[in-house]
């Protein structure tokens, strides 16, 4: 049983990240570390720091953004002016009031401050204290990804071809061993590398969109569902 911060991290969410994380960076090592070996050149050595830097950043940003939460209001929380009361939101779970572009989470059992959504992938809320470490770790993962689909694409390319270049290579080919099953397993790492750059990326885009216009996801759901009844509306009155 978890408890503390533990409890954060003993969920399917934050378990199947770290494991992406953790799989991409070690098979992304080795492939590396056979391709272009660090000690070899500069450029190996820098390609090596580039990626560690992506892959250190990734996991940083994903523990502070999950661990740090998005920051909540107290239970029964009121305004210090009583005449702010009529215009603020009464929450019944929370037997408070909401603070201006607060919401509350059911999942999370509390009121939570700007909040944006609720991630499963880091079992918190997004909102007011972790946005922008959130935001930082969708960039650094996008762009660690998109460095290991193309180190792993090339090393798996060079395996299969390790016994051609043998008899018809030029001998400056890079000599990369995998087994089968090790070609299998980065295989694998690969699709989920691609998956990370398509879908994370997406979601990075949507929050730098969100910070741009300094309005949350749950205000542009609103909106959009106001837009919508105004439409329906406009239709039943002017047909």
């Not at 996801?217 to 959009?224: A, K, N, P, Q, R």
Request: charged share 15%.
């Amino acid at each position: 049983m978890c408890f503390g911060p533990l409890k954060r991290v003993c969920h399917w969410g934050p378990l199947i990240a770290l494991g992406i994380i953790k799989s991409v960076t070690f098979s992304t090592v080795v492939c590396l570390s056979q391709w272009w070996p660090p000690q070899g050149s500069v450029g190996g050595k820098l390609v090596f720091l580039s990626f560690a830097v992506s892959a250190v950043l990734t996991l940083f940003f994903f523990l502070q953004a999950m661990l740090t939460g998005p920051g909540a209001l107290p239970r029964g929380w009121r305004p210090d002016k009583e005449s702010d009361v009529k215009f603020l939101q009464y929450c019944a779970a929370c037997q408070g009031y909401k603070a201006p572009r607060a919401h509350h989470c059911r999942k999370c059992g509390q009121c939570v401050l700007k909040m944006d959504h609720h991630c499963p992938w880091i079992n918190n809320c997004v909102g007011h204290r972790n946005h922008g470490s959130f935001t930082l770790f969708l960039l650094n993962a996008v762009l660690g990804c998109a460095q290991a689909t193309v180190i792993l694409a090339i090393c798996i390319y060079h395996a299969i071809h390790r016994t051609w270049y043998v008899y018809y290579g030029s001998g400056r080919e890079p000599r990369v061993y995998l087994g089968q099953w090790a070609i299998v397993a980065c295989m694998f790492v690969l699709g989920l590398a691609i998956g990370v750059v398509l879908a994370v990326g997406m979601l990075l885009f949507f929050q730098v969109r969100a910070i741009l216009r300094n309005r949350t996801g749950i205000e542009d759901w609103i909106l959009e569902k106001k837009a919508t009844r105004i439409n329906i509306l406009g239709v039943s009155v002017n047909p």
